[in-house]
């Protein structure tokens, strides 16, 4: 009886020592394969300590790839159901296969690794849902809106959080409303300017790791291109596995075996001052990363934008444009024609609408000159003038609208007011058709979509989103579209925010998709009166559109 009280004397005692994040993940945290397998240590990774015990509500963390934030985004979490008694939430881009995975290869192994893990989860069967006691995590993707409105937790954690749907990280902060303790934790890899992680590390106090040189000891920091020596100018040369850091300083060179020892004492400097605790690291600091692989990846992103849009989010973790990514003032300007907005078709031609729907109801109308057919592609050989750019605050507002321009073909926006956007559809039958952005459709085609018993749906269409934004937003550089004189100053920003990010795809191929660092409402009107283009030339003149009587 007195040694189960002195055990249990003892397990308190050791559980209020364990007052910090970090403590605590030396403590009970094991970890298994990998580099560095064992007991926690921050030998490898002294940069993460700082991050496991910050108290800031939010925490910022934009980073290279495979730099440990994900392990102390994890401690943290387990940290709060253990010791502050909280119930956390851990959410990823998706729920499968991310959530997933996560639950796999991340929660699973740290609890059948370690003891005290284990006994401190009662249920672990449910993937999404874990118990410890009266406390849970849950473990989400951020495309459901059903499964972030039933997380009641305190803490929260945005794991890769420029791959998420960014108006629903929104509706997942607002989970913590009605807990005493709230924290946040958002980290992820870049992508571009003010988009995502980088929107809130650029509102943080933006802290950068810095460690004295061991040979001129001067306080220093590992920045690309000052601190890497690349040699030679190949991907493929044997030469360039001679390629090492160096101190930024006094140009000696930085060993990569020791970094863990010229680190150690290294410590974050903000380098402004803001609202939140911002990390930011690129991956000259990893112990795992030799020097002339990032020499390699930069030498490849020399010849390739999408190798080069990789280089700078995940090796330097860095936002990044790439030329060319994105339409400028410039383009927009040499596009302006010498006639004002609302302006009516000409005998002729081929008029339609496309409708984006948010808050507001932003609509393009677009008239279509046909020229020579060079293609059979019928957006190829048409020159685009934009009749009117406006917006309204209801659906019914916009049958004036189709009334006085008579659109051979309308398309809206499916979402987020689908049943509106039908409603739409079924008064101006035939001419209106309800679009969705898809995975599974190529290039310009516009698929039919089916209902459940396989039958088409004459006024769904599906197609691909980048397919069609690179036809629509490339009649600005290549001079086939006019706007009006007095163009809003809102369809500017909107055609500006859509950026084309390139990327390698799980295969190793080049793609690419579009992301946007503002509002884009414009850019999608005019992109959905693009694909209604090939849509009217289907349409017999039998089906003009009639006013009301």
């Not at 990569?256 to 680190?263: A, C, G, Q, S, Y």
């Not at 410590?267 to 030799?290: K, M």
């Not at 984006?356 to 020579?372: C, F, K, N, R």
């Not at 008579?406 to 509106?420: F, G, H, Q, S, T």
């Amino acid at each position: 009886m007195h040694k189960k009280l002195l055990e249990t004397v003892l397990a308190g005692l050791e559980r209020k020592a364990l007052d910090s994040c970090s403590r605590w993940a030396e403590k009970c945290r094991v970890m298994g394969g990998g580099s560095y397998p064992g007991p926690w240590t921050f030998k490898h990774y002294p940069w993460l300590k700082d991050m496991h015990d910050s108290d800031f509500s939010t925490v910022i963390g934009q980073k290279a790839a495979q730099l440990g934030y994900t392990e102390a985004a994890l401690n943290r979490t387990l940290y709060k159901i253990d010791i502050r008694q909280q119930s956390a939430a851990y959410i990823l881009p998706t729920k499968s296969p991310d959530a997933s995975e996560f639950s796999a290869s991340r929660f699973d192994p740290a609890l059948e690794l370690s003891p005290y893990l284990q006994r401190l989860f009662s249920d672990v069967k449910n993937v999404g849902h874990k118990r410890a006691g009266s406390n849970s995590l849950y473990i989400r993707g951020s495309r459901s809106r059903a499964g972030l409105k039933s997380i009641p937790a305190g803490f929260l954690v945005f794991d890769e959080l420029d791959e998420m749907n960014q108006e629903n990280i929104v509706l997942a902060l607002e989970r913590q409303s009605g807990q005493l303790e709230q924290q946040t934790y958002m980290i992820s890899t870049p992508t571009i300017d003010g988009f995502g992680i980088n929107d809130y590390f650029i509102r943080s106090n933006q802290k950068e790791f810095f460690f004295g040189c061991p040979s001129c000891s001067r306080q220093t920091r590992l920045i690309f291109p000052e601190c890497l020596e690349i040699i030679g100018d190949d991907p493929r040369h044997p030469d360039l596995k001679n390629s090492f850091l160096k101190c930024k300083e006094c140009s000696n060179k930085l060993e990569h075996e020791t970094k863990h020892i010229w680190l150690a004492d290294g410590t974050w400097i903000p380098g402004s001052d803001g609202e939140y605790d911002g990390y930011h690291i690129n991956q000259l600091y990893s112990p795992t990363v030799a020097p002339w692989q990032i020499a390699e990846s930069y030498l490849l992103s020399l010849i390739n934008a999408a190798y080069e849009q990789e280089f700078f989010n995940s090796k330097l973790g860095l936002p990044h444009i790439v030329k060319g990514a994105r339409i400028n003032d410039d383009d927009i300007n040499q596009c302006i024609g010498n006639y004002k907005n609302g302006t009516n078709a000409k005998e002729g031609t081929i008029v339609t609408m496309g409708i984006d729907v948010g808050h507001w109801l932003h609509y393009v109308i677009a008239e279509y000159t046909v020229g020579p057919m060079a293609t059979p592609d019928i957006n190829m050989n048409t020159h685009k003038r934009i009749l009117e750019i406006n917006k309204v605050l209801t659906f019914e507002e916009l049958d004036s609208v189709i009334y006085r321009h008579r659109p051979k073909a309308v398309v809206i926006d499916a979402n987020p007011e689908r049943r509106k956007a039908f409603e739409l559809a079924q008064r101006f039958w035939g001419h209106v058709w309800v679009c969705f952005y898809g995975n599974a459709v190529n290039g310009k085609q516009i698929t039919k979509t089916r209902d459940d018993n396989g039958q088409e749906l004459e006024y769904h269409v599906t197609v691909d989103r980048t397919s069609w934004l690179d036809l629509s937003l490339s009649r600005h550089t290549n001079k086939s579209i006019l706007l009006p004189l007095d163009l809003p100053t809102e369809y500017r920003s909107n055609i500006k925010a859509l950026i084309r990010k390139p990327k390698i795809d799980k295969h190793g191929n080049p793609t690419s998709t579009y992301v946007n660092n503002a509002d884009d409402h414009y850019g999608h009107s005019l992109n959905y009166s693009e694909i209604a283009l090939p849509l009217a030339v289907g349409i017999g003149q039998s089906q003009n559109i009639r006013s009301p009587r």
